[in-house]
């Protein structure tokens, strides 16, 4: 599968962006999706995912940090993740990426388990 990620952007604190994923290739619904980010200097983070639990049902599953202000979901029949961020904030600034692993393999929060990533797009959140 292939992801290609967009809508970052410059936002003042407080303020919104959304993100989405497109993928094509293998069939989208057969992945589990997940958003990770990476600021200049640090490790690359989890920050929210979305997992295969029964047909059509899907389990959603945020860091700390910014749990209660972002939102993922996803339209399989657009092939394509959101990453809804309300009330951002200066260290929500990072590249971020969206990545695709097998439906219940691996942990859905460990950037390793994910085999497939996007090209990542910047975020950029002034105070």
């Known amino acids: 599968v292939q992801l290609q990620a967009f809508g970052g952007g410059l936002v003042q604190a407080g303020g919104s962006l959304r993100l989405s994923c497109a993928a094509s290739?293998?069939?989208?619904?057969?992945?589990?999706m997940g958003w990770f980010r990476q600021a200049l200097g640090k490790e690359r983070e989890f920050v929210a995912a979305i997992t295969w639990i029964a047909y059509n049902t899907y389990s959603t599953y945020y860091s700390d940090s910014v749990k209660g202000r972002f939102t993922i979901s996803r339209d399989n029949a657009k092939n394509t993740v959101y990453l809804q961020m309300n009330r951002l904030e200066p260290e929500d600034t990072a590249v971020y990426y969206c990545?695709?692993?097998?439906?219940?393999?691996?942990?859905?929060?460990?950037?390793?388990?994910?085999?497939?990533w996007g090209q990542g797009t910047q975020v950029t959140v002034s105070s």
């Open positions: 990545a695709a692993k097998s439906l219940r393999s691996g942990n859905y929060d460990q950037h390793r388990d994910y085999g497939y």
């Open positions: 290739g293998r069939t989208f619904s057969s992945y589990d």
